[in-house]
């Protein structure tokens, strides 16, 4: 077990549609990341959050957001859904120069 | 910007047998290398990682891996496979605070490692 918690771990919705994925990092962990898996695009870097602020942003599509609450625990905001947005969506955390643990994901799909 | 590259989609090896699986890295400065494996339906668990120091690199399982300056490379290895270590394998780089990149880690596109009996 990594320690990084994701809800929900499945989630089905349809086109048009927004939905909240949330993430808890380890304990102690200040930065949390997401990752969008999808068979043909692989592993892609959404964004970084560092204690409660943006730290880096990789290749998230305006239709997407997050934010870091002050008790880190982060949400992934998705709307707008598009059929191609289904995919595995990951949250790690970690402390500064540590490797990154992993959550489980949350599978979207979207119909 | 950071890169790395996994040649191979898919690796069979016997059970028994030695395993590699390749990496190549393209980094401006010092390379920050990890391996990463991910079992069906689950997240990314952390194998090892190289900083800086020995070449040769000890991790969970059983895993090493060889960090080669001269052919950018950074091939991860197991003397003796096992049925159990059939899983999708990732090599990544880290991306440096001080060019802007946080501290994220950019992934190749996975090496699907086959063990079979």
């Known amino acids: 077990d990594s320690g990084v918690t994701q809800t929900p771990k499945h989630l089905i919705t349809a086109t048009g549609q927004r939905v909240t994925l949330r993430c808890s990092p380890r304990s102690g962990d200040l930065s949390v990341y997401w990752y969008q898996q999808s068979l043909d695009q692989g592993l892609q870097f959404l964004i970084q959050y560092y204690n409660g602020e943006e730290r880096a942003k990789g290749n998230i599509l305006e239709r997407f957001s997050a934010q870091q609450f002050p008790d880190l625990h982060s949400e992934l905001n998705l709307s707008s859904l598009e059929l191609g947005d289904s995919a595995l969506y990951f949250c790690?955390?970690?402390?500064?120069?540590?490797?990154?643990?992993f959550g489980n994901g949350t599978r979207l799909t979207v119909t | 910007a950071q890169s790395v590259a996994q040649p191979e989609d898919q690796v069979n090896v016997a059970e028994g047998n030695p395993l590699t699986v390749k990496c190549t890295y393209s980094v401006s400065g010092n390379p920050y290398l990890f391996w990463y494996v991910q079992y069906p339906n689950r997240g990314l668990q952390f194998l090892l990682k190289y900083i800086t120091g020995d070449n040769l690199v000890k991790g969970s399982y059983g895993f090493e891996a060889e960090f080669n300056k001269s052919q950018t490379s950074f091939h991860l290895k197991k003397p003796s496979a096992l049925v159990s270590d059939s899983a999708l394998y990732f090599c990544a780089v880290r991306d440096s605070i001080l060019t802007g990149g946080g501290n994220k880690l950019t992934f190749g596109t996975g090496t699907q490692l086959k063990v079979e009996l």
């Open positions: 790690a955390s970690s402390v500064e120069g540590s490797p990154l643990h």
